[in-house]
């Protein structure tokens, strides 16, 4: 006995991908969009804030920001949105959902790259400011902002934004193009 195709999350639909398959696309999208808000956020908003602060203010406000992002909910979706791109170019491997294929890869390796860039430039430059401790013990915050260099920082976030938008983007194409068609 078959099972009922709008019941069977594996079953191909008439364009090729299954329910299970569009659902992860969706979720991928979802969590790699709210990944973007932030970084955007971060580039628009919290950076240019922090900028115009003094010493003291700029290294206890970003160490906080920092403190409050590292949190479950928030590595969740960043690093989950990896999986979920991963899973959904897997997902779309079958013969009848390749059409979405390229938007996908090119999607993943747009959101490696937000994450490589985030472990090997965002973080240990997050890292060395925490280090220097509580600023009311730190005797030149002016040297450890400079050690900061919040300017890399501010580029480094600014190119994980456009390439966690992109991918963003790609992840909504791939699912208006090739969700659609059942």
Known sequence: MTAHPSYDALAPTAAGSSPLADAVLVAAAMSTGIVTGVLFVYANAVMPGLRRTDDRTFVGA????????????FLTLFFGALVLIAASVALHLGAGSRAALPWLVAALALYLAVVVITLAVNVPLNDGIKAA?????????????????????AAWNL???LASTAAFGLLVTAALLYGHRK
């Not at 970003?62 to 909910?73: G, M, T, Y």
């Not at 600023?135 to 050690?147: F, K, N, S, Y």
């Open 159 to 161: 190119v994980r934004t």
């Open 133 to 153: 401790g509580d600023p009311d013990r730190i005797g030149d915050l002016a040297e450890v902002r400079r050690a900061f260099d919040e300017a890399r920082w």
């Open 62 to 73: 970003f160490q906080s920001i920092d403190r409050a992002i590292v949190n479950p909910l």
